[in-house]
């Protein structure tokens, strides 16, 4: 089975402490993988490589970054939706081919590799690992093009899905979307470290990565662009037909951090703008409105705003436990969020409580948390998810469950309130989303978790 990548990916050229300022821009991807880092920096015409299972602090040490010498760098956090994740899976990918050295990182969910590793198999190409990257890699040095930036654009024609990439050669740092932009990428300068008189370039899947390095936000990288960085500066091409944009609207309902800006678009304001959607459409006589930290609470600032009702960090997040999901074992998560999260009583006890979270998706966390609340003393328990029911899996590098294990797939509004034992519950619905952000029509972003439309075509 392929691995589905949502991963946190960096790169940075021109720039003297190339490793360094790329420990600092994975550190600030964390949340977008926490079971890999890796780093592949580049000195004179030699790649450098270092990858190691675990979070950014752990797998780097001073002395590791003082041996990555170079001037530019790609890395990468990673988690896969595959339980069964293997350290030689952990990226960049590195190999040594017809245009010298090659690093690849990759954040998405390429659909048809299966298909085209098959192809390179008979033709009797061999691999290391299952992951998407190394197909690409395979891809691009097997084309017939007579430079780089050809063979990746033959590569790119042939790969379907969602991806943003990083690529390093002796001489480029190149940076790639998918024709329908689902992953973020963006690009920023950082001027004042700057060799040779030019600002260093750099790219980041989130723009909280700039604001660590002080590096300014120049914008997100267009659908389907593929945007060079050589010594004849930056130019962009665009392999394939220009179609759509459908970026991912979880990274604002869920994933990204709430000080990015993923898509031209601030998260800490969308989820608030989707947190008074939430109140306009789904009031509730209550005493108190309480997030469900991390993910829950710009939404619940954004109920609390609307509704007038007062809000309170009811519950309490243990920060030193990673997220829920990320851990791979089902015994594992539902154990996590008692780890997790604790219940303030003074705040919760003899109070109706409005809860607020981003989504439900298999249902054990709120039923745990529910329960949490119940238990603490509260009088009422009232449910608001500040996305619409989850009733459709994710082929884009989201990690989400098979359709069975998804509870609204199934199961009504109703049957859900029931199991997680709520006095009420209410989701957002898909135009209140929209509203929030500002998405007029429903046409500006990928929603299919919610409504099954998949912008490609499954193969
Ligand atoms: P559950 O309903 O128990 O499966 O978990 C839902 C919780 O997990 C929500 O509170 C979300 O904040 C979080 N969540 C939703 N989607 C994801 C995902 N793809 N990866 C990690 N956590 C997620
Ligand atoms: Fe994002 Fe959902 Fe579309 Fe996947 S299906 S890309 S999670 S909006």
Redesign the pocket.
């Given at each position: 089975m392929p691995f589905k990548d949502e991963c946190g990916v960096f790169g940075i050229s021109s720039q003297e402490e190339a490793a360094r300022q790329t420990y600092l821009g994975l550190y600030a991807l964390q949340h977008r993988g926490q079971e890999a880092a890796g780093m592949c920096t580049r000195e004179g015409g030699i790649l450098h490589q270092h990858k190691a299972p675990g979070h950014v602090a752990d797998v780097f040490s001073a002395s590791t970054l003082d041996s990555l010498h170079g001037d530019a760098a790609i890395g990468h956090t990673r988690y896969s939706s595959n339980g069964s994740f293997a350290s030689h899976e952990a990226q960049p990918f590195m190999v040594y081919g017809r245009f010298g050295p090659l690093a690849l990182c990759h954040n998405g969910n390429i659909i048809n590799t299966e298909l085209l590793r098959n192809k390179l198999l008979e033709d009797g190409h061999t691999f290391n690992s299952m992951s998407d990257s190394e197909v690409i890699l395979a891809l691009i040095n097997t084309s017939k093009a007579n430079n780089l930036e050809d063979a990746v654009e033959d590569a790119l024609r042939q790969i379907i899905g969602a991806f943003s990439l990083l690529i390093l050669s002796d001489k480029h740092l190149i940076a790639v979307k998918d024709p329908h932009g689902l992953r973020p990428l963006s690009v920023a300068k950082l001027g004042e470290s700057s060799m040779l008189g030019e600002p260093s370039i750099v790219f980041a899947s989130e723009s909280c990565a700039f604001d660590l390095l002080g590096a300014e936000y120049m914008r997100e990288l267009e659908a389907g662009e593929m945007l060079i960085q050589s010594s004849d500066g930056l130019h962009s091409r665009f392999p394939n037909k220009r179609c759509p944009a459908k970026p991912c609207v979880f990274e604002h309902v869920?994933f990204a951090r709430p000080d990015s800006y993923v898509f031209m678009r601030n998260v800490m304001a969308t989820r608030r703008a989707m947190g008074r959607q939430l109140a306009i459409q789904h009031p509730v006589d209550a005493d108190v409105v309480i997030p469900?930290p991390d993910?829950g609470v710009h939404a619940a600032l954004g109920y609390a705003e609307q509704s007038g009702i007062r809000f309170e960090f009811g519950m309490i997040r243990n920060h030193y436990v990673g997220?829920?999901?990320?851990e791979p074992k089902q015994s594992i998560r539902s154990f996590g969020v008692k780890v997790k999260l604790n219940p303030v009583k003074d705040l919760l006890h003899g109070r109706r409580v409005v809860l607020i979270?981003?989504?439900?998706?298999?249902?054990?966390?709120?039923k745990k948390i529910v329960g949490m609340v119940r238990d603490v003393g509260a009088k009422e328990v009232h449910v608001r998810i500040s996305s619409p029911p989850t009733t459709h899996p994710c082929f884009y590098g989201?990690?989400?469950p098979t359709v069975e294990h998804l509870i609204a797939s199934s199961k009504s509004t109703e049957e859900i309130r029931q199991f997680i034992g709520a006095d009420s519950l209410d989701y957002i619905n898909l135009e209140g989303l929209y509203t929030a952000m500002q998405d007029k029509g429903g046409c500006g972003f990928c929603y299919a978790c919610f409504n099954g439309n998949y912008p490609i075509p499954r193969t």
């Open positions: 869920y469900v993910s997220r829920t999901f990320i979270d981003d989504s439900i998706v298999r249902g054990t966390t709120s989201i990690d989400t």
